[in-house]
């Protein structure tokens, strides 16, 4: 199964969810340049959502879809409307969706969830997920325990349906060995944070061209919430209450609006800059169209060579 014939995009690529980040404006942006561009929910409520979906279908013909983060405080409300706006592709993060999936997919949408487990991966398909993303712990924001090495091949031994592969993807190189690992398609994210239309500061932009191969971490272990971000002041002191086993009121100040601080204020001290850890690899702000056209030519390069390889 090609991802492309499940969402009618020209690349098997979809974007990330990004909270506080992928607006409408930014959604079709990443849908006119052939990836299935996403709206996220994170960081606001239905209404402001659902002006930005209307956005989204106001700057693109192109399919496009919303991802819904689960621990959103309005998500009950956004579920409804995800269903009235009739968005066509819902993808979910940071928790169980099944709950809404009957409704979602009796309006028509396609869903994918993300998952970071095998168990999860199961559940959501008997929940009827028609493709499942899967999630490494390379990825920024909100994390699992696994790598995608690792994670991928259990899931795709464990279900049936397409598997779209995150968590570590930048290049036309890891599109391809993800591929070999039984994914039909990709989703990123952090590579989009260095696009020309990504809207978030030129601080973090900066920070993010400027990162090393570790220049990553994962806080909120301890409160069984982990989240990677790029180090930074806030980072260390975060970590360093973390080893001295500080109570979660102590945590979450240290945190309390840290993403909107790094996107918004530019604040990349502070702030929390989430990234994957493919952040070292990045080198330039390009526009998403270029973005996506190396990563799949590249890969398909990739692919077609991989038989001269010698083992
Ligand atoms: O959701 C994400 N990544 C995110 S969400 C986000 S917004 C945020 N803002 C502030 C603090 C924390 C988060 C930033 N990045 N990725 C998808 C994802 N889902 N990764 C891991 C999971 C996951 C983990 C456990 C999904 C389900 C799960 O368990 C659910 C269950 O019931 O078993």
């Not at 270029?290 to 060579?305: E, F, G, P, Q, R």
Request: charged share 20%; hydrophobic share 45%.
């Amino acid at each position: 199964m090609n991802l492309t014939d499940l969402t009618g995009t020209k690349y098997p690529i979809i974007q990330g969810g990004m909270a506080n980040i992928a607006t409408g404006e930014f959604a079709a942006a990443v849908s006119n340049a052939g990836g299935l561009g996403l709206v996220a929910s994170g960081g606001m409520d239905a209404e402001a959502l659902r002006e930005q979906i209307k956005i989204c279908k106001s700057k693109t013909d192109k399919p496009f879809g919303v991802n819904l983060m689960l621990m959103n405080p309005d998500v009950e409300n956004i579920a409804q409307m995800l269903i009235e706006e009739k968005v066509q592709f819902i993808t979910t993060g940071a928790g169980n969706p099944g709950k809404y999936m009957a409704g979602w997919k009796a309006m028509g949408a396609k869903v994918f969830p993300v998952v970071a487990s095998v168990a999860l991966a199961k559940v959501m398909v008997r929940s009827g997920a028609d493709a499942v993303i899967v999630e490494g712990g390379e990825s920024g924001g909100h994390v699992g325990d696994m790598t995608t090495m690792t994670l991928l091949p259990q899931v795709a031994a464990a279900v049936d349906v397409p598997i779209i592969a995150a968590g570590g993807i930048a290049s036309g190189e890891q599109m391809a060995a993800v591929m070999l690992l039984g994914a039909c398609g990709v989703q990123i994210g952090t590579c989009l944070l260095v696009s020309e239309e990504c809207p978030i500061h030129d601080n973090y932009k900066e920070a993010l061209i400027k990162a090393k191969d570790n220049a990553t971490t994962v806080t909120g272990r301890s409160q069984g919430a982990p989240v990677r971000i790029i180090k930074n002041e806030m980072a260390r002191e975060y970590l360093k209450l973390e080893a001295e086993g500080a109570g979660r009121e102590e945590l979450e100040r240290i945190t309390l609006g840290g993403l909107r601080r790094a996107v918004v204020d530019g604040d990349i001290i502070r702030g929390s800059v989430m990234a994957g850890q493919v952040c070292g690899q990045l080198s330039a702000i390009r526009p998403v169209a270029d973005i996506l056209d190396d990563l799949y030519v590249n890969a398909k390069h990739t692919l077609s060579n991989a038989s001269t390889i010698a083992i």
